[in-house]
């Protein structure tokens, strides 16, 4: 058997980050068994489902290195068979047409709740000739479910889960104006996708014993079911919006690296030893769902910062320098200067927002803002000695090993200590107490930049 997956979002939002660690997760299982990942976008809901929102999804599938191995699959063209299969149900007696009403339907809702029972249908059409039908009244096809006995979920995760067939009513799947319910078309498509495995959320674990009632009565062999638990806030809440970012795209512009966000999300309720960096193909190798806990997950944004941080500082310069200059908005070759202090400047960030904040003085000229504390660097004397060390500069090829030298002749020269000269020199060239090593970011500036921001720096105000 060839293991094959999917991810089925609805396109009437965004990706958010409960969706992506569901199709991480269908995603791993799949490579883990040799077997292939799908994707089906979900889009009976026309009112809703927008062109722009399933973009969205797809792209922030691409962002995360989610590959499907099929073109997408999209619900909204396959409705001619969802009814087919009603109608294949119909015929062989697994399902019957309801002629109930909406006024009808509405009082039995009511009457249930008064009574303290749930709202169930109450199955008056089950047995009844379509001949007694009124008038007028189009009717819903439901499923003839069994009365007796019980539903069973052999769960991946959950374990096995059991409910009472007497629980459960007739569900409708195909609607009175002919279109079909989701969880109809649920099953037919995962039928004729051949899945094997549905790896979903475990609010989707009540609609499966419903599912498989389906698949019993057009006689197919259901998939293997995994529900994994929900992502809550730190609060212990569902995650929201409150919580802070939800879209996976919103991580992507707070400066989160891909591969970060999915080795966080692995670990969100995944467990494999105290390994805190897992790679994508040691990710593939380990995954299984015996790993996958019952328990609600956390989202902690401060455990994901600091490993974005860790592959921040393992990530290639040339990649980094290409994100930075696209959030700057410079060119290759104005960002050259990034590119010579890139191994300096990501030690310190944990974001590419951080990072690119960190490298944003390197273009923005003498003119640059100047935070309080290097302002206060600059007073009269640290002005002085600028002025000689520029001279100084301005006879050296400017490289770091030439910087380096001419600061540390003018502190032995003028009797201070070389951070005495370095810190102002600093504070005039970033606009900032902190940089990378001072003669790397001199070197990086050349010589006619940094002769710019020191004449600039001296300068009378």
Not at 2 to 14: C, D, E, K, N, Q
Not at 108 to 125: F, L, S, T
Request: charged fraction near 25%.
């Amino acid at each position: 058997m060839t293991v094959r997956t999917r991810f089925a979002p609805s396109p009437t939002g965004l990706l958010h980050i409960g969706g992506a660690r569901t199709a991480l997760f269908n995603w791993l299982f799949a490579r883990h068994h040799g077997g292939q990942f799908l994707l089906r976008i979900e889009d009976t809901d026309r009112e809703r489902s927008t062109a722009a929102a399933t973009q969205v999804i797809l792209d922030g599938l691409a962002w995360l290195g989610l590959d499907a191995d099929e073109e997408p699959v999209f619900q909204s063209g396959r409705q001619a068979r969802h009814v087919a299969v009603a109608q294949a149900m119909l015929e062989s007696g697994h399902a019957y047409r309801c002629f109930a009403s909406a006024e009808e339907l509405r009082q039995m809702r009511e009457q249930a709740i008064a009574e303290g029972r749930p709202p169930r249908y109450d199955g008056r059409w089950r047995d009844r000739d379509p001949s007694e039908a009124p008038p007028g009244i189009a009717p819903a096809i439901r499923l003839r479910a069994p009365r007796t006995g019980e539903t069973v979920v052999d769960d991946l995760v959950q374990g096995a889960v059991r409910v009472g067939n007497a629980e459960l009513d007739d569900m409708v799947i195909l609607r009175s104006d002919g279109t079909p319910t989701y969880l109809h078309a649920v099953v037919v498509d995962d039928h004729d996708m051949a899945i094997t495995h549905v790896i979903r959320g475990d609010d989707h674990l009540t609609n499966t014993f419903r599912q498989l009632q389906v698949y019993a009565a057009m006689g197919w062999t259901p998939p293997h079911f995994g529900h994994i638990p929900l992502i809550h806030g730190a609060d212990g809440a569902k995650l929201s919006k409150r919580h802070g970012a939800v879209s996976v795209l919103e991580f992507r512009t707070q400066g989160f690296l891909p591969e970060a966000l999915c080795n966080y999300l692995l670990r969100l309720g995944w467990a494999h030893g105290d390994a805190e960096v897992i790679a994508r193909e040691q990710a593939i190798r380990l995954f299984d769902l015996d790993g996958v806990g019952r328990s609600a997950a956390r989202m902690d944004y401060a455990k994901l910062t600091h490993l974005n941080g860790i592959y921040l500082r393992q990530a290639d310069d040339d990649r980094l320098t290409a994100e930075v200059a696209a959030r700057l908005g410079i060119d290759s070759a104005a960002a050259a200067p990034v590119r010579l202090l890139m191994p300096g400047l990501k030690e310190r960030a944990k974001t590419l927002a951080e990072l690119t904040d960190s490298a944003a003085f390197l273009v923005r000229g003498p003119k640059r803002p100047m935070e309080p504390k290097a302002a206060a660097l600059l007073t009269d004397a640290a002005r002085t000695l600028l002025h000689e060390l520029a001279a100084l500069l301005a006879g050296t090829d400017f490289s770091a090993a030439a910087v380096d030298a001419a600061l540390r002749s003018l502190a032995e020269r003028s009797g201070h200590k070389l951070g005495q000269v370095a810190q102002p020199l600093r504070a005039a060239l970033t606009g900032s107490t902190t940089s990378p090593p001072i003669d790397a970011t001199v070197a990086a500036l050349g010589r006619t930049e940094t002769l710019a921001r020191i004449a600039a720096s001296i300068a009378p105000a």
